[in-house]
């Protein structure tokens, strides 16, 4: 049974940094593309960033461009994301998000989601 | 950007009722069109993928339909477990985006 278990989350205050983690297990990791999705509260789904099977190519929104890192580990089953210059507006559940497909340069997996943790709510606030 | 707009935002419907979602899309993305459900406290859940794909496990009562731009996500059946909200997603191109999401309530 595929599992992913977001970590990391908590009240941050803007400005400063946070870094999420998502241990997975049940499937072969290093052979598919993931992904962070978020969600603001009592708001719907945003796509933040996606990474292929071994890390050659990653793409991000331009909400998160310059300030979010995605990174994975294939050795330890984990994704990363870490978050640099918090503001406000990134407050949200943060869920880990497992590809179809692998990807390839210039293609980020297949693109849809088939598997998703619980999330981690990461509130930016002073 | 792609953007996705569905409708209705909210429905109301009964037990045994036949819906259907609608998803249009800013600009033809072929078939890369993707619906999640999602409730209550709950991580979104595959539905469909590639507009018309059933998802391993999902109850063949849910169906998808479209290409282009314009897409339909069809309930043939409410089931009390279906009530929630729909996102619809395209994987056409970077920056993946969603629907603003269908909440279905029962009448």
């Known amino acids: 049974e595929v599992q992913l278990v977001e970590s990391g989350g908590g009240l941050v205050q803007p400005g400063r940094s946070l870094r999420l983690s998502c241990a997975a297990s049940g499937f072969t990791f290093h052979n598919y593309a993931m992904h962070w999705v978020r969600q603001a509260p009592g708001k719907g789904l945003e796509w933040v960033s996606g990474?292929?099977?071994?890390?050659?190519?990653?793409v991000y929104a331009d909400s998160v461009k310059g300030r979010f890192t995605i990174s994975r580990d294939n050795a330890k089953n984990s994704l990363y994301l870490q978050m640099n210059s918090l503001r406000a507006e990134d407050t949200a559940l943060y869920y880990c998000a497992k590809d179809r497909g692998q990807g390839s340069s210039g293609l980020l997996g297949l693109g849809w989601f088939e598997s998703w943790g619980q999330g981690t709510l990461v509130t930016v606030s002073s | 950007d792609i953007q996705m707009t569905q409708s209705p935002s909210s429905l109301s419907a009964s037990v045994g009722d036949r819906v259907t979602i609608t998803c249009r899309a800013s600009q033809t993305i072929s078939n890369y069109l993707n619906w999640y459900q999602q409730k209550p406290g709950k991580a979104p859940k595959l539905l469909i993928y590639?507009?018309?794909s059933l998802q391993s496990g999902v109850p063949s009562r849910f169906s998808g339909s479209g290409s282009g731009t314009d897409f339909t996500l069809t309930v043939s059946s409410l089931q009390p477990e279906d009530f929630a909200t729909y996102y619809c997603?395209?994987?056409?191109?970077?920056?993946?985006?969603f629907g603003q999401g269908t909440k279905l309530e029962i009448k």
């Open positions: 590639a507009a018309s």
């Open positions: 997603q395209q994987s056409d191109s970077t920056p993946y985006t």
């Open positions: 990474i292929i099977w071994n890390s050659g190519y990653m």
